[in-house]
């Protein structure tokens, strides 16, 4: 009760401030993303998109919100209580703290792309993405029902395998640049960015990002032709809401982790400088995110033992192989 | 097993798929904006009845039931009466009194049309008539027969408007199908013909 606004306190408030501006920008990040995806995804099936609310559609995102908010908000009786509340909180939660570790642009003094400058930011962030795990297979767990189980399941068993793999390859990075924090990561790449040395571990970490974030064509965990909409088919409203928030964050996050590691964050293409970080930031994150929904309406979904072969058979023995080269390489030029 | 696992990793496949998309991303789209885009008609499409009127104001159905008799899908109930000399319906002796259509039934065939000797029941090229009830998809004479100052004694197409007023603003159709050149029979047969080009090619 002494103040306010002492130089200790004042740390504080500006750590919530960037949180509160931070929250509002991700949710209307992840607002404007589902847009574009229904819009590319229309364009690239000879359709316009949704063009019906406002002006080329852009109220969209805003009536969607509207519609799950006023939805009625079901649980069905078998369910754990709970736990069935809990799960979409836990998706949600785990999604959005990511971004405190994440920097958007050269932090300079006073901190300011950034939340938090952790000096093990990719840890960070893989922990947290593991633990969003739990709201998928908890909320299918929770649910009662048989399709959301198998789906929660399947999400337990392809996270874990493709986990392996995405972590191996963030491994080549991180020998390469000597450090574990994310500015330090970027920093390393201002002559090369990663994806060049570390190719083979970039296709690698982009398609197991596909699959961690559970997008097609490895959305086994939802696949609405034989799991009805997998571990979400019980959750309506709001709550169907959070999953789908947290599962389009997880994208925006791994779209984040692969601009920072592999394609040089917020360094510019072509020593155009007077553009800034924060910018090249966004526009090789919106890259990534237009390959996502591309991917999407391109590739029909795997077949289930073909995904676990694949993950387990063929990209886990890369990664590795190419981890193995990377550190042998560096060893060997010192 | 090999030839799937080959299949399986074929990565030119794989990008070759993803340009067709990217490619289709900048092709002209063939949605027509329908509510407010009307796609044109063709000349002679078969939809909604009318009954027509002569230009006396007289209206043109008999009663003779022959359309009645022809609809295949037994959609049209008609109920002849006797003109009477101080109230003359129609030209002939009789007029009908009830004349029902029941577009739920109707396939559209335009049978009764060819029947009908006097030319009173005609299709329009209405097509918007969707309802929340069974009930008032029956038509009954008080909306099927035109009333006496709306072009009467031509045939919808032949009017000045062209197309009856609720069909509502047909505007130009803005689409890679050309709904003017080759435009002869219907334009399920125009479609047909753009998309076998298309794939000739």
């Known amino acids: ?160 395998s493709y986990e392996l793999a995405m972590a191996m390859s963030l491994i080549g990075v991180l020998i390469l640049a000597g450090t574990t924090s994310l500015v330090g990561i970027v920093n390393g790449q201002v002559k090369l960015w990663y994806f060049i040395p570390q190719f083979v571990g970039f296709v690698i970490y982009v398609i197991t990002a596909v699959a961690e974030t559970n997008r097609a064509p490895f959305d086994l965990v939802e696949a609405d032709a034989e799991l009805v909409g997998g571990f979400n088919t019980e959750y309506s409203g709001l709550r169907f809401g959070l999953f789908f928030i947290a599962e389009y964050i997880n994208m925006l996050t791994v779209a984040c982790i692969a601009t920072l590691l592999f394609l040089g964050g917020w360094n510019a293409i072509g020593g155009l400088t007077m553009i800034p970080g924060i910018v090249w930031f966004l526009v090789k994150v919106a890259f990534f995110m237009f390959v996502y929904i591309w991917l999407r309406a391109t590739f029909p979904r795997i077949r289930y033992d073909r995904l676990m072969a694949f993950g387990w058979k063929v990209l886990l023995p890369v990664a590795t192989l190419n981890l193995v080269v990377t550190a042998l390489v560096v060893a060997v030029r010192g | ?158 009017r000045p408007g062209g197309i009856p007023a609720d069909l509502g603003r047909v505007a130009e159709v803005k689409s890679n199908v050309d709904t003017d050149v080759g435009y002869d029979a219907t334009w399920r047969g125009t479609v047909l013909k753009t998309q076998t080009k298309g794939l000739a090619e």
């Open chain 1, 1 to 160: 009760m002494t103040s306010w606004w002492t130089p200790q306190a004042s740390i504080w408030w500006v750590v919530l401030i960037k949180c509160a501006v931070l929250l509002f920008v991700v949710i209307t990040t992840f607002a404007y993303a589902m847009l574009f995806e229904r819009k590319i995804m229309g364009w690239m099936q000879i359709r316009p998109g949704p063009n019906r609310v406002g002006p080329w559609g852009l109220l969209q995102p805003a009536v969607d919100a509207l519609k799950l908010i006023l939805k009625e908000d079901l649980k069905p009786k078998t369910a754990d209580p709970l736990i069935y509340w809990l799960a979409p909180f836990i998706s949600l939660v785990t999604a959005f703290a990511v971004y405190a570790v994440i920097p958007f642009a050269q932090p300079g003094p006073g901190n300011v792309w950034a939340v938090g400058d952790v000096n093990a930011g990719i840890l960070v962030i893989l922990a947290l993405t593991s633990i969003g795990v739990y709201g998928i297979s908890l909320g299918g767990w929770a649910s009662g029902s048989k399709y959301p189980l198998l789906g929660s399941v399947r999400s337990t068993a392809q996270l874990i």
């Open chain 2, 1 to 158: 097993m090999v030839n799937g696992r080959k299949k399986l990793y074929n990565v030119g496949a794989l990008l070759r798929g993803m340009a067709v998309t990217f490619r289709f991303m900048f092709r002209r789209k063939p949605t027509i904006q329908y509510p407010s885009v009307k796609k044109k008609h063709a000349p002679r499409f078969h939809g909604l009845h009318e009954l027509r009127r002569y230009g006396d104001g007289k209206e043109r159905c008999i009663g003779c039931e022959l359309c009645s008799s022809v609809c295949p899908a037994n959609a049209i109930t008609v109920i002849g009466a006797e003109n009477s000399p101080e109230d003359r319906r129609s030209p002939g002796e009789r007029y009908a009194a009830r004349y029902e259509i029941d577009e739920l039934r109707c396939i559209f065939c335009g049978m009764c049309e060819e029947a009908c000797p006097t030319d009173a029941i005609v299709l329009t090229p209405r097509f918007e008539m969707s309802d929340y009830r069974r009930g008032s998809l029956i038509y009954a004479k008080d909306r099927l027969l035109v009333p006496p100052d709306a072009g009467v004694g031509m045939a919808p197409d032949d």
